[in-house]
């Protein structure tokens, strides 16, 4: 199917004006996909005080999904309603994380014939997989993310993590974080120090800085 024609649905659980790794990685990736051509959509948790609907760049944005931990059925059900209620303008799906939202669209796209892929975003304690084992849900959403396309995994240790699970190795695909070479590049002269360090992130654990130190 042409660039141009292909109508796909990103899912986030957060986006703009959150600007952390995974929403800042689906929002350039939008932004790509949409120079190429592709007619994208972003689908992102509802939050009081910001709009239902907006364009952001050029991309519609609907915060539609509505329930949390709790009310992990209403979650997924409000995840759903938006699928059917937008099926026409959907050709595929990609998720960005493994989560309550995930379950419903593979479960959508496998019922309509379309293609699905989810993103994890980390590992170990700030990783998916240990974020959904906390959700009364989590059999349930592991069982339907085995029926997706495919898994990016950013890491080797992703990719670990996702085996341990039980996921076919076939159908995960590693793929790590890019970097726009327009505007990260080597200096034209080597640095005064032989040795330097640069950190660029959250000081939280999970980043693995007690590592790097």
Same mark, same amino acid.
């Given at each position: ?18 600007? $952390? $790794? ?14 190429? @051509? ?28 509505? @329930? ?28 960005? $994380? ?51 396309? @495919?898994?990016?995994?950013?890491? @080797? ?8 699970? $039980? ?47």
């Amino acid at each position: 199917m042409p660039a141009g024609s292909y109508k796909l649905l990103m899912i986030i659980g957060r986006f703009y004006p959150d600007t $952390g $790794g995974t929403e800042k990685a689906c929002q350039r990736t939008a932004q790509k996909l949409k120079e190429r @051509g592709c007619d994208i959509t972003i689908l992102t948790e509802y939050r009081e005080g910001l709009p239902a609907y907006e364009m952001i760049d050029g991309i519609p944005v609907y915060r539609y999904i509505k @329930g949390w931990h709790v009310f992990e059925a209403t979650y997924m059900l409000s995840v759903l309603s938006f699928l059917l209620q937008h099926r026409h303008r959907i050709n595929g799906i990609l998720c960005f $994380g493994l989560y309550l939202f995930t379950a419903p669209a593979i479960l959508f796209c496998r019922c309509t014939g379309r293609r699905i892929f989810f993103r994890l975003g980390s590992a170990r304690e700030t990783g998916d997989i240990h974020r959904i084992a906390q959700l009364k849900q989590n059999r349930f959403i592991l069982w339907c993310a085995k029926k997706a396309h @495919g898994a990016v995994a950013l890491t @080797g240790e992703i990719e670990a993590e996702l085996a341990g699970k $039980g996921f076919l190795q076939d159908k995960i695909v590693r793929i790590s974080n890019g970097v726009d070479t327009e505007k990260f590049f080597p200096p034209p002269e080597k640095p005064a120090s032989p040795f330097v360090i640069c950190y660029v992130g959250r000081l939280v654990a999970g980043k693995g800085l007690e590592t790097l130190i």
